[in-house]
């Protein structure tokens, strides 16, 4: 389905088949609801490496990052640290430190620095490359596609629709019926997101690190 299609599937399930109750809330209700699935389910992923300088402290994260997955320096896999541990274990000056090769990264996803800072500072130009879980891009208009236009994601576009109504009956006042309109709703989602958890794997060794969960109560 597209944006669209969802957005009416949507509608039918808060009741508002002609979209006119909860007019002009929809598209931003789907774009946390796929921002949501993707949080829950981190069934989307990309790739980006970096030509690596020697000398060089950290690289730019990508605009749609959201967590990382897994950062390999020259082919082997770098551990996460934070600065407070390095600080622990090396002092203040672990900014300065370097090495043939980095062993530990640190990512500040902060909107300000959103950097990934490679500690000790490699002396040798190599590729640096991680797999991380995005953000999803937007939607905007009817004919656009959630979840990064992914075919492999068309299978979750009614748990997207789902969550998309619940966001939208928040606006609802609360009544016994309205209550079990949005388990009933949740339920849906939520298997939407054990299917796509099942089907990809992505969450079967960790658990999940949700950062800004947009799951209310």
Do not use: C
């Not at 390999?72 to 551990?79: F, S």
């Not at 500072?121 to 953000?135: C, G, S």
């Not at 849906?188 to 969450?203: C, E, R, S």
Request: hydrophobic residues 40%; charged residues 25%.
């Amino acid at each position: 389905m597209n944006a669209g299609a969802i957005n009416s599937l949507a509608a039918n399930f808060a009741g508002d088949p002609d979209m006119t109750r909860f007019s002009g809330k929809y598209f931003d209700a789907q774009n946390r609801a796929q921002e949501q699935f993707a949080l829950d389910t981190r069934a989307l992923w990309k790739d980006r490496s970096w030509s690596h300088a020697a000398d060089d402290a950290d690289e730019d994260l990508p605009s749609d990052f959201m967590f990382e997955d897994w950062v390999t320096y020259n082919g082997i896999e770098l551990k996460p640290i934070s600065r407070h541990e390095l600080n622990r274990q090396h002092g203040e000056d672990w900014t300065s430190k370097t090495a043939t090769a980095p062993t530990h990264f640190i990512i500040d996803p902060e909107q300000a620095v959103k950097e990934i800072v490679l500690f000790p500072i490699p002396t040798e130009a190599k590729t640096l490359t991680m797999r991380y879980f995005p953000l999803p891009t937007a939607v905007a208009s009817d004919s656009d596609t959630p979840l990064n236009s992914s075919s492999l994601m068309a299978q979750f576009h009614m748990a997207i629709a789902a969550y998309e109504a619940w966001l939208i009956l928040l606006y609802e006042s609360v009544t016994p019926e309205i209550q079990a309109k949005r388990r009933e709703l949740l339920a849906i989602y939520q298997d939407g997101v054990d299917k796509a958890t099942n089907l990809f794997k992505n969450t079967a060794s960790a658990p999940l690190k949700i950062r800004g969960s947009r799951i209310y109560g």
